[in-house]
């Protein structure tokens, strides 16, 4: 069983930085980052494989940087120039097996979730 725990979601001004972290019990394969604001669908926001590949959804790339420590089991997405329209819950998500490239960006192949941690940019 895989357990995930997030944290250093906060409210931020636009233009700042932050990093997320996840806490990772377990040895899962692909992760990944998703985000959903009020009203909207879950979103892609970056994946990492186990070798260290890494994928990015459209509205956060070079902006965000997804990295994977395999020795202490966490994954961290690091933050820059945040926008207004980051704001949302950001979740943590492992699979149980490797998933192929086309299925890296859809939450529904994600079985090991964390309960979330929200980032609010506003000024």
């Known amino acids: 069983q895989v357990q995930l725990t997030e944290s250093g979601g906060r409210s931020e001004q636009p233009g700042n930085s932050l990093t997320l972290s996840c806490r990772v019990s377990?040895?899962?394969?692909?992760m990944a980052w998703f985000r959903q604001a009020p009203g909207k669908e879950r979103e892609f926001v970056a994946a990492?494989?186990?070798?260290?590949?890494?994928f990015y959804g459209d509205s956060v790339k070079g902006r965000f940087t997804i990295s994977r420590d395999n020795d202490e089991n966490k994954t961290s997405l690091q933050i820059s120039g945040l926008l207004p329209e980051d704001t949302g819950h950001y979740y943590c998500?492992?699979?149980?097996?490797?998933?192929?490239?086309?299925?890296?960006?859809?939450?529904?192949?994600?079985?090991?979730w964390g309960q979330g941690t929200q980032i609010t940019v506003s000024s």
């Open positions: 998500a492992a699979s149980r097996a490797p998933l192929p490239p086309s299925s890296t960006r859809d939450w529904t192949k994600y079985v090991y």
């Open positions: 990492i494989w186990k070798g260290g590949m890494t």
């Open positions: 377990g040895q899962p394969w692909n």
